[in-house]
């Protein structure tokens, strides 16, 4: 029942905020409500550390003819992607209080609907529940970017539009066909599709359309075009809505279903997978290196570790997909951290061209020091959480393929290089015009990062907290798929 609640409360909220218009009311409003959908969720954790986690599960017969039901439920790997939702929206939320966003009640009821939709993705039991909170995530996210992103927001929006449908429609077919293979009666509950009996053929189309779907939501290079501009033309909240949380769609899609329905297919065609997510690592570290905009540089280095994580599962093996799921939450508080950075130094400097930086340590130690502890982070450093994680992910890939882990390598060294240069550009060095009155963060702002910084060094000193979690429900999908 606590699940039911966790994906109805942002419905509610949402529905209260449209009968409010004055702008602190609805901030108030909004993040005190996203702080409850966090207690929320830490109170499912520990219902679920404490207890069977099936009383976590909610099931109403909803098509009982067609075999639909609405099934949600957690298990350990939806339960860090739910927290991981919980506790960044609210700090996505406190960040827009200084911004001016026209209909600020449309605005933060289309993040609440983004938050209820991630949450009805990552705890929807059923395929075609599944299907149906994945389609109305596109929603909220198309609107926010569409409606207050930057100058070229429609065009960009329109192919990212076009890209996820025609993902989302591939899926769509495969989940039906699915349907109709699954034991009598039919159904679309995840244990009836996984027993779905299936020639060798028709899973490999079942799994090209899965992988899809998946690879252009992640994104996976070639089907990554539409990232880079959709990032950089959104909102500051829809970057962080984007590449924190809705990009791990995609990855959970993989071990959800792709990975227990598609094992054969992917020990057949998985080495072309994992070739292409690879080739996106290099290329995107290469593009990263040449980047001038800090917003479009952020979006390259998603992509590369993006390819990493999918490489990681696609190798189906415990300690690559191990490493995979805590980089999952690492990849997102460290990705949503740097998109803070930059809205804040833009909003401070007028600009985020790099060329147009430097010398913003003198002025603003307390931002240099954050900025550098979430981007010690993201390259991966020792003691830091996104070590762990790609230390397993290397591992797990090098058991499986020495070559294709020796290329995937090529992020932490590439990573650190774009990243330390983009810090030395813009945090040491001459001041220029634009960083002359530059001011440090406020307490305000450095509550906001804060938590952050303290999951970093959580996650990298102690990582068996969360690798414990998604252990048992990992191993248990790796074992169906021997």
């Known amino acids: 029942m606590l699940t039911l609640v966790l994906l109805l409360f942002p419905l509610a909220l949402l529905l209260i905020l449209l009968f409010f218009r004055e702008v602190k009311t609805l901030r108030v409003l909004a993040f005190t409500g996203t702080l409850a959908e966090l207690a929320l969720a830490i109170a499912a954790f520990v219902q679920y550390k404490t207890s069977c986690h099936c009383n976590l599960l909610f099931s109403f017969d909803w098509l009982d003819t067609l075999g639909v039901s609405l099934k949600f439920g957690m298990d350990g790997i939806t339960l860090l992607l739910v927290m991981l939702t919980a506790l960044l929206v609210p700090i996505i939320v406190f960040s827009t209080f200084s911004h001016h966003y026209s209909s600020p009640a449309s605005f ?12 009805g993705v990552f705890t929807a039991f059923d395929g075609l529940v599944f299907y149906i909170f994945w389609e109305m995530a596109l929603i909220p996210a198309w609107f926010i970017c569409a409606l207050w992103g930057g100058n070229n927001r429609i065009r960009i929006t329109f192919k990212f539009f076009i890209y996820t449908f025609a993902g989302s429609i591939l ?49 996976v290079f070639p089907f990554h075009t539409w990232q880079p501009d959709t990032y950089t033309e959104s909102p500051a909240a829809g970057s962080m809505l984007l590449a924190g949380i809705m990009l791990k769609m995609g990855l959970f899609g993989m071990i959800r279903w792709m990975i227990p329905i598609c094992s054969q297919s992917i020990r057949q065609w998985g080495d072309m997978a994992i070739i292409l997510a690879i080739t996106g690592i290099v290329y995107a ?99 830091t959480n996104g070590f762990v994680g790609e230390f397993l992910m290397l591992l797990g890939i090098f058991e499986y393929n020495a070559l294709y882990a020796a290329i995937a390598g090529l992020t932490m060294i590439f990573g650190a290089v774009y990243m330390l240069w983009m810090y030395q550009r813009v945090m040491l060095g001459k001041t220029q015009p634009a960083t002359e009155g530059f001011q440090d963060l406020t307490l305000a702002e450095m509550g906001m990062l804060l938590p952050l910084v303290i999951l970093i060094f959580w996650m990298g000193c102690y990582p068996s907290f969360f690798l414990d979690i998604p252990f048992p429900d990992v191993q248990q999908i790796l074992y169906f798929v021997k």
């Not at 933060?108 to 949450?119: D, G, K, Q, T, V």
């Not at 244990?191 to 090209?208: G, K, N, S, V």
């Open 285 to 383: 570290s290469l593009i990263a290196l040449r980047q001038n905009d800090l917003k479009r540089l952020i979006a390259w280095s998603s992509i590369a570790h993006a390819g990493l994580m999918a490489a990681a599962l696609l190798v189906m093996n415990l300690k690559a997909s191990q490493g995979a799921m805590i980089q999952m939450v690492a990849h997102g508080i460290n990705i949503t951290g740097l998109f803070l950075i930059t809205d804040l130094i833009q909003r401070r400097a007028g600009t985020r061209n790099i060329s147009d930086l430097g010398g913003i340590a003198l002025r603003a130690p307390r931002l240099a020091a954050f900025f550098m502890v979430i981007l010690l982070g993201s390259i991966a450093l020792p003691l």
């Open 171 to 219: 899926m769509l077919v495969a989940l039906i066909y699915l349907y109709f293979k699954t034991p009598l009666p039919h159904a679309f509950d995840f244990q009836a599709l996984y027993a779905a009996a299936l020639t060798p053929a028709e899973q490999t189309w079942i799994f090209l359309a899965f992988f899809l779907a998946f690879a252009i939501k992640i994104p």
């Open 108 to 119: 933060y009821s289309l993040i609440l609907l983004m938050e209820m939709a991630l949450i």
